[in-house]
């Protein structure tokens, strides 16, 4: 596939997805985590089936065993893909993997109650709790040689108190695109058994993991399992987030009962098409992955490359997984603040760090996930608008 991740910046524009369209149409958009490439050829072909059809009626509804093939379906993904030996009996469908984690909020904490999140991460990780009532507990992530990592003895201490209940751990990690080691794992692990709590494990972006092996959580080990529930989706590799398909994998059978206990109306309904999307990308869409991991290291590296050309200090990560870039900008003086200063200087559009917690100020998040003379040309503004500024 050479020419399949290389589109031009007309052709991208043709787009109407939330990406292309919030900004005016003379702004590159690097911001939100959706990328600009054609889908895999598998996932075209079962949509277009859909087309043909006009299947485009109410998706399968629960109870669950309406819905075999697509908990077998992605059973025998993560089972393949990640060494994962899952039951598809655990499996529940969600419309995204935001839902299941709101569910998660709900289920498994009460109004008031703190929730332990890293800082930085996702923001609406933090959107999510607040909007429950519940009370964000940031755990700082520290740096060493461009790789981003939990700090464990500040987890130990948000956990120490003993009302914590729940942990929201981004695995693969939005923004840094740490790929967890089983050391770190473990470590994570064992506070949390040590303290009781359960550990909501968002690993939308580990089918994007190119250069370390994604260790789910629920495989450290059974006791681990037994208070894990996965949440994720195949539509942030696969890219057809706007089709709205998620699930969850409870760890044990009392978790899963528990998830299972929310009525269908709050769980809401996936789209048919994000449930035939995901069958068709989990079912023949590996090797397409295998050629867009390739293409995102090579845009990964070239970025990291430019980005050091132009100034040193901006490059803080070496992302394992996905195609988002965390950024310092707190070296370069731009006014406002560094994410205004490169949308109305440069006419690019990055994402603002404040958004992903309290250390976020001075940082942006850049989305790589495009072609190369997509990248090229945004670089190139940006290159242009530093040396005026
Ligand atoms: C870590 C993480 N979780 C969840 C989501 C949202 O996924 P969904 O659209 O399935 O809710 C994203 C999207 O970028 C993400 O990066």
């Not at 600009?36 to 079962?46: G, Q």
């Not at 755990?139 to 040689?145: R, Y």
């Not at 709050?266 to 449930?275: E, T």
Request: net charge negative; with cysteine.
């Amino acid at each position: 596939m050479p020419d399949h991740f290389e589109i031009d910046l007309e052709t991208a524009r043709r787009r109407r997805s939330l990406k292309w369209r919030r900004y005016s149409a003379d702004v590159i958009p690097l911001w939100v985590a959706e990328m600009d490439f054609p889908l895999a050829p598998a996932v075209t072909e079962r949509l277009a089936g859909m087309v043909e059809r006009s299947d485009f009626g109410y998706p399968p509804e629960p109870p669950e065993e309406t819905n075999s093939e697509f908990r077998a379906v992605v059973a025998a993904w993560m089972n393949r893909r990640h060494q994962w030996e899952v039951d598809p009996e655990m499996v529940s469908i969600t419309p995204d993997t935001m839902r299941a984690i709101e569910i998660a909020i709900e289920r498994f904490t009460d109004p008031g109650d703190p929730v332990v999140l890293s800082d930085p991460v996702y923001y609406p990780f933090r959107v999510a709790i607040e909007e429950a009532g519940r009370r964000p507990l940031w755990v700082p992530m520290v740096e060493s040689n461009r790789r981003w990592v939990l700090d464990l003895e500040a987890l130990a201490a948000a956990f120490a108190p003993g009302n914590v209940q729940l942990f929201l751990h981004c695995s693969p990690h939005n923004p840094t695109g740490t790929v967890f080691t089983a050391d770190e794992q473990q470590s994570i692990a064992a506070l949390a058994e040590q303290h009781n709590v359960i550990v909501v494990a968002d690993e939308v972006h580990a089918d994007l993991a190119y250069d370390a092996s994604h260790i789910p959580f629920a495989t450290i080990n059974p006791e681990i399992a037994a208070r894990t529930i996965t949440a994720s989706a195949a539509s942030k590799a696969f890219n057809f987030a706007g089709l709205r398909c998620g699930f969850v994998i409870a760890g044990d059978q009392r978790l899963h009962e528990q998830v299972q206990s929310v009525p269908i109306r709050d769980r809401k309904l996936a789209s048919l098409a994000g449930y035939e999307a995901t069958i068709a990308a989990y079912g023949g869409g590996a090797s397409w992955l295998e050629s867009l991991h390739r293409h995102l290291r090579e845009m990964r590296d070239h970025v990291i490359g430019r980005l050091a050309m132009i100034e040193e200090s901006l490059v803080v990560a070496n992302p394992e997984a996905s195609y988002l870039l965390w950024t310092d900008w707190r070296q370069i003086d731009l006014a406002p603040d560094p994410a205004t200063y490169l949308r109305e200087n440069a006419g690019v559009a990055l994402s603002s760090g404040d958004d992903f917690g309290p250390s976020g100020t001075g940082f942006l998040r850049l989305n790589f996930g495009t072609s190369r003379a997509i990248l090229d040309e945004a670089l190139d503004r940006i290159e242009d608008a530093l040396a005026g500024s």
